[in-house]
């Protein structure tokens, strides 16, 4: 248990569907991320949440929409999604005590997202 | 090529065996990270040396940076099968902002 909390698990979605993805920490940190990781690639930073403003949107495609209505949840909203979308999108947090230092990341277990 | 490489991409060893991972970047660090993950599961953190920081010891874990080379190595000793994972390396770069650049890992696979 890392204190970091993903829903749903595992989701599979058509490419005309809209679905969320849920983050929530209970850690008290000030930035959220969300992170894609496709297999035989390095994890890909998609989105980064200082005290809830977005401070790096890191050339995602539009159907992608990240919400953070306060610091401790994190949503994902898809609309859509292509097959090449189909990963696992981890959710993460840490509390950043230096401005432009990341300090340790706190994940979630992560959603298996399948775009059929 | 990626800030962050690791190598070997996979390395497989017996139990009680030590493990050396190894790391590199390319440009100036705040820090270097490396965290663990098991199949389809979440990152967990491991270990964070600073940029003035050359050694860093965690129970079985070893870490070294040297920055003249832009390289790092994680040394498991004494592994267990349940050491068996993926293991990365991130960078926290000077420019970078509120970022970590991950490696590919490297996969261990760690024999009964």
């Known amino acids: 248990e890392t204190g970091v909390t993903q829903t749903p698990r595992h989701l599979v979605m058509g490419m005309t569907n809209k679905k969320s993805l849920k983050c929530e920490q209970h850690l008290g940190h000030n930035a959220m991320y969300w992170y894609k990781q496709s297999a035989k690639k390095p994890l890909e930073l998609m989105f980064v949440?200082?005290?809830?403003?977005?401070?790096e949107n890191n050339s995602v495609p539009s159907r992608f929409s990240p919400e953070c209505p306060n610091s401790s949840h994190l949503f994902l909203h898809l609309h859509t999604l292509q097959p090449e979308d189909s990963a696992l999108y981890l959710c993460a947090s840490s509390q950043e005590v230096l401005a432009g230092r990341t300090g340790e990341l706190f994940f979630g277990e992560g959603s298996r997202l399948t775009v059929l | 090529s990626q800030q962050g490489e690791e190598d070997p991409q996979a390395l497989s060893i017996q139990e009680g065996e030590n493990a050396t991972m190894n790391c590199s970047y390319k440009?100036?660090?705040?820090?270097l990270q490396w965290y663990r993950q098991n199949s389809g599961r979440g990152l967990v953190h491991l270990i964070l040396?600073?940029?003035?920081?050359r050694e860093k010891h965690s129970g079985r874990l070893r870490v070294t940076l040297d920055t003249s080379k832009k390289s790092s190595s994680l040394l498991i000793t004494a592994s267990r099968a349940a050491d068996t994972a993926s293991y990365f390396c991130?960078?926290?770069?000077?420019?970078?902002?509120?970022?970590?650049?991950f490696g590919e890992g490297t996969q261990l696979t760690v024999n009964p």
């Open positions: 040396i600073r940029s003035n920081e």
């Open positions: 949440y200082n005290f809830k403003e977005q401070t």
């Open positions: 991130a960078t926290d770069q000077e420019t970078s902002g509120s970022r970590l650049t």
């Open positions: 440009t100036s660090i705040n820090n």
